[in-house]
């Protein structure tokens, strides 16, 4: 918690130091209001007493209180500042590390538990220091000063007042350690519910469509029992802790009262009239000392948990991202859009085998290399492994004759223009999604006639001039007022406007129709000619023209060639090829 306290800045603590005179301010003008009220006492047990002598001490009391109310409003303002603009800096840092994760660092924790934390966990933080700014700061002055006003009125007194904030702390102490923990787990089965509304949210069509709901539900009412059973266990807990002040400061009240009627039938004369006028005061100053500690309880209520999101935050600033990027610019050997593997082998840190193996190869400029091969065969990790998602386990990949781990990431970016296997899109309209991110390949603005460009390129132009808005047409959550074909080329297009040297297209064509992908690749081919293509297909038709194609055969290379040399000799290839075309087809 201190660790992530750290990062308040120094306008904050000024801002803490301003709120301490105002809380000082405030504790003073409470501690007052008691003394007045002895003037009061003792002004009506006075015989001959008129009402201005008791308005003079009322009215000062009410501008006392006023004067107070005043003082913390403006503590609370300050509160407000450093909380919020803390929260606001640290969801920002939060959310600048996990940009920065590769795939694997973000498996770490997983999506919805990364959601949590930058939200509901930032917020506990924020609420504490908060609350925690206007009762950790006034409670223990409030209890302090009112202790040096009540001390010496009567030690009967004082170890009654003792006695009770003894039994408060063991209290506080007793229902924490129950309450910790659960707080530990209730974060954990957040991050679970999280998890089982989302998947069923995304999934919801399938759910739908499979009559799956009571499955889905059934696992939704478990997430959600568990985390009602442990969060009801430490909010019972908890609300032990009002019942529990309730009866200590009642019980001190009483005892001082008690106190006071012996020490006053003890008395005689005068001594009675002080006696009782200091039972008055010192009743107040004890409720000033308990009430210290009852503000203190709302802090230590919200404590246990905000222990555990800070731990959550910290776990996940302290992951540094795995894939680090120097720098300076290295400098090229080769020509633009060369690629080459040499013995690069790659393995998954939860996975037994090696998802790509031994695999070496070299690309020329403007050249179209293709991967094809079975599900999971490793052509998507191969594609991963160029842009330096992935970090190799073993070998060297090389673009332009510079290792990719010696890019520095805008710069390794810049070469590559990639359309996923599963198209993404953002909430937009077409032109922000075309002329999407930077790259000093492209002007910072592409010309509608670029995108347009763009848009023939990837198939696309026919489908979105037919929209009424054209460019401007809005484009929903991950593109979901779009087909699936055109979802594809969008991101095709996009792809393409970012006038890459290296185009990596992952299984992006098919959803097309066989007429649609031949056009986009003779396309392509035409307009990108020098650019470096490699395409990652299950059909055969899509990859037969490749310069260079790899089988790729459950992470093992199983063949390199062209599509004559391989459809001569590897079984492998022979075997995915004769099972969609015929032989009239193939040759
Ligand atoms: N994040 C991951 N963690 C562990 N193993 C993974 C991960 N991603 C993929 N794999 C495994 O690595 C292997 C290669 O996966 P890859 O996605 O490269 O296959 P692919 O040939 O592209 O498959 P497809 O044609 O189905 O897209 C598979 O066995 C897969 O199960």
Same mark, same amino acid.
């Given at each position: 918690m201190f660790k992530i306290l750290k990062r308040l800045t120094g306008k904050d603590y000024a801002y803490i130091g301003i709120s301490t005179l105002f809380i000082a301010l405030q504790v003073w003008l409470e501690l007052e209001i008691p003394g007045y009220m002895t003037k009061i006492t003792r002004a009506l047990e006075t015989p001959g007493t008129t009402t201005g002598d008791i308005l003079d001490p009322g009215s000062k009391m009410i501008l006392y209180a006023v004067l107070s109310l005043f003082s913390s409003i403006i503590v609370g303002y300050f509160a407000a500042r450093v909380a919020g603009g803390f929260a606001a800096r640290l969801r920002k840092e939060l959310y600048d590390q996990v940009l920065d994760y590769s795939t694997q660092d973000i498996t770490q924790f997983s999506v919805p538990s990364l959601l949590t934390r930058s939200t509901n966990d930032i917020t506990q933080l924020q609420m504490f220091i908060a609350i925690g700014m206007q009762v950790m700061i006034k409670a223990p002055i409030t209890a302090v000063w009112a202790m040096t006003k009540i001390a010496g009125k009567g030690w009967q007194w004082s170890t009654a007042t003792a006695v009770a904030v003894v039994a408060l702390i063991v209290m506080l102490a007793v229902i924490l350690t129950l309450v910790q923990p659960r707080f530990k787990i209730v974060q954990r089965l957040t991050d679970r519910l999280n998890l089982v509304t989302r998947e069923n949210l995304n999934g919801i069509r399938v759910v739908h469509a499979y009559n799956a709901e009571k499955f889905q539900n059934d696992k939704f009412d478990k997430a959600n029992n568990d985390l009602t059973d442990t969060n009801m266990f430490a909010l019972r807990a908890l609300a032990l802790m009002n019942p529990g002040m309730s009866l200590i400061s009642s019980g001190l009240t009483l005892a001082v009262y008690a106190i006071g009627a012996y020490l006053i039938d003890a008395a005689s004369g005068m001594q009675k009239l002080t006696y009782f006028s200091n039972m008055i005061v010192f009743s107040s100053y004890a409720m000033q000392i308990i009430f210290s500690f009852l503000m203190l309880s709302f802090v230590f209520v919200i404590m246990p948990r905000v222990t555990v999101s800070a731990g959550r935050i910290n776990e996940v600033l302290a992951v540094a991202p795995s894939i680090k990027y120097p720098a300076t610019k290295p400098v090229e050997k080769e020509a633009n859009g060369i690629i080459e593997f040499k013995d690069v082998s790659f393995h998954f840190s939860? @996975? /037994? /085998? @090696? @998802?790509?193996?031994h695999l070496t190869f070299k690309t020329k400029p403007g050249q179209t290399l293709a991967l094809i091969g079975s599900?999971? *065969?490793g052509k998507s990790t191969v594609l991963n492994l160029i842009a330096r998602r992935y970090e190799v386990s073993e070998g060297q990949v090389l673009i332009d004759g510079v290792?990719? *781990?010696?890019?520095?990431e805008s710069d390794l970016n810049d070469k590559i223009g990639y359309a996923p296997q599963k198209a993404v899109l953002f909430s937009g309209d077409i032109r922000s999604n075309i002329d999407f991110g930077t790259s000093t390949n492209k002007s910072d603005k592409l010309s509608d006639d670029e995108i347009k460009d763009a848009l023939d390129t990837a198939q696309a132009l026919d489908f979105v001039e037919r929209k009424h808005d054209q460019l401007d047409a809005n484009v929903a959550q991950h593109g979901d007022n779009f087909s699936g074909g055109q979802k594809q080329r969008l991101a095709i297009a996009r792809a393409v406007a970012r006038k890459p040297e290296i185009l990596m297209f992952d299984d992006s064509f098919s959803a097309l129709d066989y007429a649609t992908d031949r056009k986009l690749r003779e396309t392509l081919n035409k307009k990108n000619h020098e650019t470096t293509k490699v395409i990652v297909a299950q059909r055969i038709s899509t990859i037969m023209d490749a310069d260079q194609i790899i089988v790729l055969d459950n992470g093992n290379v199983a063949g390199i060639g062209t599509h004559d040399e391989l459809l001569k000799d590897n079984k492998v290839y022979q075997e995915i090829a004769y099972s969609q075309l015929s032989k009239e087809e193939l040759a």
């Open positions: 939860d @996975a /037994e /085998e @090696a @998802a790509v193996k599900t999971g *065969s290792d990719v *781990s010696d890019y520095p």
